[in-house]
């Protein structure tokens, strides 16, 4: 199989310094653009004011870049300059509408449109990105080509958060070519990875690292597509409800262990797949009567209960078994259950010269009354 192809990835650190570099120009520009307009207007003493204001200007236009802009997801951005188009058109067709119904060339009639043309131009230039914010969504049923939000081409890419790196399944079902789409890490799932990896306990400490671990090996899996993102969206929320904005933006699916963020997934009808149940789905199924062989771990909770594992980490709960720790032993299956944490087998220890239960047998048919016995 052909490596996937790995688009460059923009470091952090060289999309800050385009970023600075644009936003040093933008400044610079717009002092030089209130220094021309000072001297177009032959305006000498109110040169150096008027590059201070433009200055001004310009540092509040990239204050709200970075306040609002930089944070917003791009449908959110289409919406809001797609509604500015709508509203001025609207705008404009009144301010037609209202010049053609009254007579503005008495005296005072141009000022008295241009105030109604500021006027409309306002409450649209509102009601138009309030109205496709609310919208958008639906707007592509009357307009079937507009979209603000991310179609993707081929299979929804899988967003991977903390737990299922730390958790490790995922890189041995990946190799599996269970998945075919890309796996897509944010970055600051990488810097929540390498704050666990060194925090001061030792337990979280070496879960953090073997999830870097992890990472890297799926990283440097030539028949795996794995792609780090920058998000720049939202970075004041937690961890987990970037990971929804993210999956949501772009229209993927969360890859998580954590049975709570996949509840909250559900809820806001974001697509999510649990490690954990994808386990469960794939052991063995028993049925009542079911004999199985296993090794006795533990003593278990009940007063004759012995406790052992599966292959797969199935758990077996023996009656009968509590003092055959450490022993290879058969059991009868009895039971399962399946709960959030996983499925739970219960058994019953069974002899070597025990035959499994047999199954009840059909009653015969009763005789009919009307039938004579036989002589």
């Known amino acids: 199989m052909p490596s996937a192809y790995r688009p460059p990835r923009v470091e952090a650190s060289e999309q800050r310094m385009a970023l600075f570099t644009l936003r040093a120009l933008f400044f610079v520009s717009a002092m030089g653009l209130g220094l021309y307009v000072a001297q177009t207007a032959d305006a000498t003493g109110m040169q150096f004011v008027a590059m201070i204001v433009s200055g001004l200007i310009a540092l509040a236009v990239i204050l709200v870049d970075y306040m609002a802009v930089a944070r917003s997801s791009i449908g959110t951005v ?131 690292r073997k999830g870097l671990e992890r990472l890297k090996q799926l990283r ?73 062989r296993l090794r006795i771990s533990r003593k278990g909770e009940g007063p004759e209960q012995g406790v052992g594992y599966l292959e797969d980490g199935t758990m077996v709960v023996v009656e009968g078994a509590r003092d055959h720790k450490g022993q290879t032993v058969s059991c009868e299956v009895t039971s399962t259950i399946q709960s959030t944490q996983g499925r739970m087998v219960f058994a019953r220890l069974r002899e070597d010269g025990d035959a499994p239960a047999p199954a009840a047998e059909p009653a015969p048919p009763a005789a009919d009354a009307s039938e004579e016995p036989a002589a």
């Open 78 to 208: 289409s919406a809001i300059v797609f509604g500015l188009l709508i509203g001025l058109l609207v705008a404009q067709i009144f301010v037609g509408i209202v010049s053609l119904v009254v007579d503005f060339e008495s005296e005072g009639g141009k000022e008295t449109l241009g105030a109604i043309r500021l006027a409309l131009v306002l409450i649209f230039c509102y009601l138009g990105p309030a109205y496709i914010l609310r919208t958008q969504d639906d707007l592509r049923f009357i307009v079937p080509y507009v979209e603000f939000r991310r179609q993707a081409q081929g299979p929804r890419p899988l967003i991977l958060d903390t737990s299922a790196i730390i958790d490790g399944r995922i890189v041995d079902v990946a190799r599996c070519h269970v998945f075919d789409a890309p796996l897509v890490v944010p970055q600051f799932v990488i810097e929540e990875l390498q704050k666990i990896a060194d925090h001061g306990d030792r337990a979280r400490r070496e879960r953090g």
């Open 220 to 292: 440097e899996d030539p028949q795996l597509e794995v792609e780090v993102i920058q998000v720049t969206y939202a970075q004041q929320a937690e961890v987990d409800r970037r990971l929804i904005e993210v999956t949501r933006a772009r229209d993927g699916k969360l890859v998580t262990c954590d049975y709570n963020l996949q509840q909250v997934c559900e809820v806001e009808g974001v697509l999510s797949i649990n490690l954990n149940q994808l386990a469960d789905a794939v052991k063995l199924n028993f049925v009542t009567g079911e004999v199985i």
